[in-house]
T-cell receptor, first 116, second 110 residues
Framework: DAGVIQSPRHEVTEMGQEVTLRCKPI?????LFWYRQTMMRGLELLIY????????DSGMPEDRFSAKMPNASFSTLKIQPSEPRDSAVYFC??????????????FGPGTRLTVT | KNQVEQSPQSLIILEGKNCTLQ??????????LRWYKQDTGRGPVSLTI?????NTKSNGRYTATLDADTKQSSLHITASQLSDSASYIC?????????FGAGTRLAVHP
């Protein structure tokens, strides 16, 4: 398997523009997570899905952020309008549930977003 | 308040030496504790996962311990190598929540 795939790897955009980040989880995984990482705040969980349904979105910073998972093999994280403070590395991770044990997360390579 | 605190923030050691990283948490309920290694410019990679009943788990030169009574965990790295230079992140899972520590940045020098 190719692992978790994220695109684009780098995105530079101007303030006010819409940004869409994409993620393809590992086939067979039924959990998908979106994270944001900055030097100041470290790694933060934004939202996660189970079987395409959002379970916990309490980490989504504000209404400018939205995430969707239309099917088991694709998810998007959208920022509209983008602001300079959204500049960060955004990671997607996927996992599957092991009966009787904790799940193992596999992270993608991340998308480095720069908003000017 | 659910929190995970890691120490030290950063650490420099010489190649071949051992080191220990600390993680204290106040997460409740507790489900499991994970240690991740994150190389610069890459996503985190899991090193160990421990549940309430486990107090030691090893992965090669990495050994994690968990004391559920004192809510402390440590990650011990034996015979460090240059490739161990990375950030090490402690993550505690409880209920539907994942609480992340700020990480310890380790630099191994020749």
């Amino acid at each position: 398997d190719a692992g978790v795939i994220q695109s684009p790897r780098h995105e530079v955009t101007e303030m006010g523009q819409e940004v869409t980040l994409r993620c393809k989880p590992i086939s067979g995984h039924d959990y998908l997570f979106w994270y944001r990482q900055t030097m100041m705040r470290g790694l933060e969980l934004l939202i996660y899905f189970n079987n395409n349904v959002p379970i916990d979105d309490s980490g989504m910073p504000e209404d400018r952020f939205s995430a969707k998972m239309p099917n088991a093999s694709f998810s998007t994280l959208k920022i509209q309008p983008s602001e300079p403070r959204d500049s960060a590395v955004y990671f997607c991770a996927s996992s599957f549930w092991l009966a009787g044990g904790p799940y193992e997360q596999y992270f993608g390579p991340g998308t480095r977003l720069t908003v000017t | 308040k659910n929190q995970v605190e890691q120490s030290p923030q950063s650490l420099i050691i010489l190649e071949g030496k051992n080191c220990t990283l600390q993680c204290n948490y106040t997460v409740s309920p507790f489900s499991n504790l994970r240690w991740y290694k994150q190389d610069t410019g890459r996503g985190p990679v899991s090193l160990t996962i421990m549940t309430f009943s486990e107090n030691t788990k090893s992965n090669g030169r990495y050994t994690a311990t968990l004391d559920a009574d004192t809510k402390q965990s440590s990650l011990h790295i034996t015979a460090s190598q240059l490739s161990d230079s990375a950030s090490y992140i402690c993550v505690v899972s409880g209920g539907n929540k994942l609480i992340f520590g700020a990480g310890t940045r380790l630099a191994v020098h020749p």
